[in-house]
């Protein structure tokens, strides 16, 4: 995997909620080539931008109520 890949991943992905610590963190290299590897990259980056255009939407509409 290649620095742009993992950069792009790390964008994609988002913090993580560590479970011992429960703090929020980047992922790690092993996480993302895991997800990388793995045959639901494509799911899981459709849910994500759906997401954003989701919340994209919302902020538009709020904007428009309120007249801002």
């Known amino acids: ?5 993992i950069v792009v991943l790390t ?6 909620k ?3 610590t429960r703090e929020w ?3 790690h290299n092993e996480e993302l080539n895991d997800l990388y ?11 994500r931008t759906m997401g954003l255009a989701w ?6 509409e709020r904007k428009g109520t309120y007249g801002a």
């Open 18 to 20: 560590d479970d011992v």
């Open 25 to 27: 963190r980047r992922p």
């Open 11 to 16: 964008k994609v992905c988002g913090p993580t």
């Open 37 to 47: 590897t793995s045959p639901y990259i494509i799911r899981v980056i459709k849910s």
């Open 55 to 60: 919340h994209m939407a919302r902020v538009w």
């Open 1 to 5: 995997m290649t620095a742009f890949e």
